[in-house]
């Protein structure tokens, strides 16, 4: 016969018990031992056709990268299910597919993208209390007082500081061509604060239509206020025109933008004339970043969907996995909240290290790069 001291293997069961929780403590390892197991149902409000296509289809590819990875993260105690539907970028056209959705049935959380449609569907999610993140939206204070929306993407000071104040460092006259709507203004805003602030001359400023064929009349506006710089702000088909016209109208003038630009689709579609025009981006835009959570995603992302990933894609699988670990923490289980999603930060994903304050604004340091012989390379002060 045996004789076993009670009091020792209780205390060797409780130590195994401890040492299970810190091996399976990772990101939703050590409720594995509850069993427990939920769905978190996202409604994705993004532009998958209309002037933000493009866009809309990047983001769409990293949210179904996220829905995947966020499965695999939890083993299986998280089970995420997206809905999408189309803005066509349009606020009334958001606010409507919105409405039409909700009368079906009430997501645990919504993803909305592009700052018009984001600031047009905000105040019907306030109201309905639903845990919200906006996404590809600069616009200034957007999660500002309120109680359910939590921004995962640069801000416009994010976009547009770093190059307002080298712009300022090396010229005395700049002007600014910028996208007429909420976004284009926002940075615009920035921008010429910026600028005038550091005694600088904003000599013009002149906006674009999003699908404007035509950019001449403004830019020849903007030249003939002889600036000797001149940032662009923008999106979508004129965002190319400007550059392009741009460039035969004067091709010697030096041109600064902001991450808007490092979409693949435009750098495509500019080719040579791309090259060098100064810009901001995150690490997933440069060629070699070195940042191995970036280049993990980006070589995911090529193998999966056969080309290169840009930034809005980022950060929507990003957004996906914060909920999907704010799910797994939350009480009860697959209910996040604001708070909890807060709570995350600081948050290492495929953008590196996101940074929520507490009031849900996101922090996105951005560096400054060049384009040159069609590579993306940090740029030489």
């Not at 056209?93 to 997501?107: C, I, M, N, T, Y």
């Not at 104040?165 to 709507?181: C, E, G, M, S, T």
């Not at 400023?205 to 030249?223: C, M, N, T």
Request: contains cysteine; glycine residues 8%.
């Amino acid at each position: 016969m045996v004789f076993v001291n009670e009091k020792i293997t209780r205390q060797a069961v409780a130590g195994l018990l401890m040492a299970a929780l810190v091996v399976f403590g990772g990101f939703g390892l050590a409720v594995a031992a509850e069993n427990k197991k939920t769905t978190l149902h996202i409604l994705a409000l993004l532009p998958l056709t209309g002037p933000g296509k493009s866009l809309g289809e990047f983001l769409q590819n990293g949210i179904e990268m996220g829905r995947v990875e966020a499965g695999k993260r939890t083993r299986g105690a998280v089970t995420v299910e997206v809905e999408y539907h189309d803005s066509k970028n349009q606020p009334q056209e958001g606010v409507s597919a919105l409405q039409a959705a909700l009368a079906k049935s009430r997501p645990d959380a919504v993803i909305a993208a592009m700052s018009s449609v984001a600031k047009a569907v905000l105040p019907v999610l306030e109201e309905q209390g639903i845990l919200t993140i906006v996404t590809t939206t600069a616009l200034t204070d957007l999660p500002k007082g309120t109680k359910h929306v939590i921004r995962v993407y640069p801000t416009s000071r994010d976009y547009v500081e770093s190059v307002a104040k080298h712009v300022a460092k090396k010229f005395q006259r700049v002007a600014i061509l910028y996208v007429n709507d909420d976004f284009g203004q926002s940075n615009q805003k920035v921008f010429a604060s910026i600028v005038k602030d550091a005694g600088k001359v904003l000599a013009a400023s002149e906006p674009f239509g999003l699908q404007q064929a035509d950019a001449r009349p403004a830019i020849e506006r903007v030249l003939a206020a002889k600036p000797e710089a001149v940032f662009v702000t923008g999106y979508g088909p004129a965002f190319v025109t400007v550059f392009k016209q741009l460039r035969e109208l004067k091709g010697d003038l030096p041109i600064f933008t902001e991450i808007g630009f490092a979409n693949p689709t435009i750098l495509a579609e500019l080719g040579q004339s791309a090259d060098g025009i100064t810009f901001n981006g995150t690490a997933l835009e440069l060629m070699a970043s070195g940042n191995k959570s970036s280049e993990k995603f980006r070589k995911q992302y090529r193998a999966q969907f056969k080309n290169d990933p840009y930034m809005v894609a980022g950060f929507a699988y990003d957004s996906v996995l914060m909920l999907a670990e704010a799910a797994l923490k939350a009480k009860p289980m697959g209910k996040p909240d604001k708070p909890g999603v807060i709570a995350l930060s600081p948050f290492n994903g495929a953008m590196g290290t996101i940074l929520l304050d507490g009031e849900g604004e996101c922090s996105v340091p951005l560096m400054l790069m060049r384009r040159e012989k069609g590579r993306t390379v940090k740029a030489r002060d």
